[in-house]
Structure formats: C-alpha cells, structure tokens
C-alpha cells in the first residue's frame, strides 16, 4: 500500500501556495508550522477519505462519490465545510461540461470542415469524369 507514512503527504508546494493565498499580505509562516499545516491536512484528508469508505461500503458502493464525502462531514460534525463544498462542487462540475461542451463543438466544427472539404473534392470528381 504505502511504504512510508510520508507519502500520504500533501505536496509541500500546495500547502504553501494555500497558506499564501489564505494569509494577508507581509504575513510570514515558519517553515515549523507549513509543516504542521501540511500533516494536519493529510491527517484531514485521510481521515475524511477513510470514513467515507465505510459509509460508502455500508451502502454496498465501491466507488466513494461527492455525495459521500458531503455526507461524512456531515456525520463528523463538520457540517460548516458542507456549503461552500457544494458550491465549490458546482462550479467544478459546471467547468467540466463546458470544457466537454467546448471539444464536443470543436469537434464538430472539424469534422463538419473535413465533410465539407471531402464533398468539394468529391464534387470536383464527378465533374471531372463528366
């Protein structure tokens, strides 16, 4: 599974950039405490991660789901982190369909050029056999 307890860390270069954007400007954080925010969030993350694993065999699934995760913050007492999940959740999945709304479009426009070409060239065929 995992073969130190370290590589169930979070990237360093992550937690840092979230302490920068969540701390005001000429605010310092010791390279002690990143690190202690960094295995906090891991710890979170796991926990999290593992709790709704059982809820999510519970309910016979294999696959943990949002909604899986939403309801364990739930049950954990964390029901503060569920609003702003969701809408975080929304915005994700909205950029998602647009993005696959975007190559679908994309797509089609290319392959709606190569018909059209491929039509000219079978137009310019036929008059040339006549």
């Not at 202690?36 to 710890?43: L, R, T, Y």
């Not at 999290?48 to 049950?75: C, F, G, P, V």
Request: hydrophobic fraction near 40%; proline fraction near 2%; aromatic fraction near 4%.
């Amino acid at each position: 599974m995992v073969e130190r307890i370290e590589d169930l860390n979070l990237p360093n270069a992550v937690i840092a950039r979230l302490i920068k954007e969540a701390l005001p400007e000429g605010s310092n954080v010791s390279k002690e405490a990143r690190a202690a925010i960094a295995k906090a969030a891991s710890v979170f993350a796991i926990f999290i991660t593992s709790s709704s694993t059982a809820l999510a065999h519970k309910q016979n699934h294999r696959t943990i789901t949002a909604k899986d995760i939403l309801q364990t913050l739930n049950e954990l007492d964390f029901e503060s982190f569920v609003p702003s999940l969701t809408q975080d959740l929304e915005v994700y999945r909205k950029m998602v369909r647009d993005k696959k709304e975007s190559k679908a479009k994309k797509d089609s426009s290319a392959g709606d050029a190569i018909a059209s070409s491929s039509s000219a060239a079978t137009a310019a065929e036929n008059e040339d056999a006549n």
